[in-house]
């Protein structure tokens, strides 16, 4: 049994084990990502939901060195630092989503940076999206504006294997293994239903059904599996290394444990079907993104440890998303299934806290107990388990990283902002202060140095 050793942040090393080679090749594009020296911080008297389920009155929470030192009270105030009074704010973790498509289908949206779907072929697992993110797409920076830390980028879902997502740190950087989140596992964006049959049945090639898609999926994990074999075998016994092949890599990264499944996919019995699928061939979806009707098997969600990432009201768009009830969310947690929010959106992403809300509030109109200290779990904590990130962050508990957000009041009210925002203890937004206000490069000569929109002509 080989092992993977996944660096995560801070230096510290964890292994996920799996039965062969590396096929998610974690070291060809490495992150590059160090966050900058943070001084200490103390937020004093504040509101604390921690994402473990507590919420916490007039509490304060110490950042140092990058990570959550201490959480209780009257903790003493560092000599050289920041100091936040929280008297009426309240804190959360950082936002995390897992379904984003920021740097493929950047700001502006024209043809020419359309870059999130490779829809040439029903299997495109080759294919990365970090190789198409623009790291100057100003979406970023209205992201990290509503509190968002850690974002998850996807391909598109044209394709029944879409390729491969990656995970970021909501930070600036020139090239995105600047932005990429040490440690993280890749992801392999599927789709399942009308897209793939859409897109491809248009063209009058397999698949044009929901039968040819299930075709396509097996038979696309016969072939890894044989190529995984391969490779296995050269490792015990030796002799010519077989061809590599990029799609394959990816399949079998899947199999090897090492690369999670993020699965479009809206209607109840398609998902049902994608979890006998994974029990043929032996391996674990993370997560079925939309899943419009995951109120419908979330006990089969439960049983079989797979999250679902959901609109609080976004339906109707097409025959698949009709069947949908607003308390989609909160009757997946309740059947004790991984729910979560997410966006798909880069209006949505902005305030996420508001769409976590309004699942919230229409879990309890349909009579279920459900307070602040348990929803924000919705856009924190079960997201960064979707990613296979939550030892390291999605919660408020020493040792973390100090991705944390302080809002102006409870983040569940619409009135509700995000004032500052720090990612591994480091300030990155505040709203009170136009120089921790970061702005894409693309803006140059838009924006002055305040971050203020220059008159026509570019000079005042």
Known sequence: MASVVLTACGGEDKETHSDGPDFARLGDFPSTYQPDEAAPVLIRGATVLTGTGEKLLNTDLLLKEGKIAAIGDNLK???????????????????IDVHSHLGDYPAPSIESSQDGNEMTSPNTAQVWAEHSVWTQDPQFALALA???TTLQILPGSANLFGGRGITLKNVPGRSVQDMKFPGAPYGLKMACGENPKRVYGGKGSLPSTRMGNVAGYRQAWIDAAAYKEKWENYHINGGDAPDRDLQMETLAGVLNGDILVHN?????????????????????????????EAYKVADLLAKNNVCAAMWADWWGFKHEAFDMTEAN???VDQAK????????????????????????VAGQRAGFEIQPRHAVTWMTRNPARALGIDDVTGTLEKGKMADVVVWSSNPFSVYAKAEQVFIDGVL????NNPARQPHSDFELGILDADGERLPEGGER
């Open 428 to 431: 990155m937004y505040d709203r």
């Open 264 to 292: 479009h996919c809206y209607r109840g019995e398609e998902m049902a079907i994608m979890m006998d699928i994974a029990r043929e061939f032996d391996f674990q979806i993370s997560t079925f993104h939309h899943a419009v």
């Open 329 to 331: 969310i909160a009757i």
């Open 77 to 95: 105030a560092p000599k050289k630092g920041l100091v936040v009074e929280g008297a009426g704010k309240w804190v959360t973790p950082g936002i």
């Open 146 to 148: 509503g509190g968002v």
């Open 337 to 360: 299934a991984c729910a979560m929010i997410h966006s798909d959106s880069a209006v949505g992403i902005q305030h996420l806290n508001e769409e976590t809300a309004k699942a919230m």
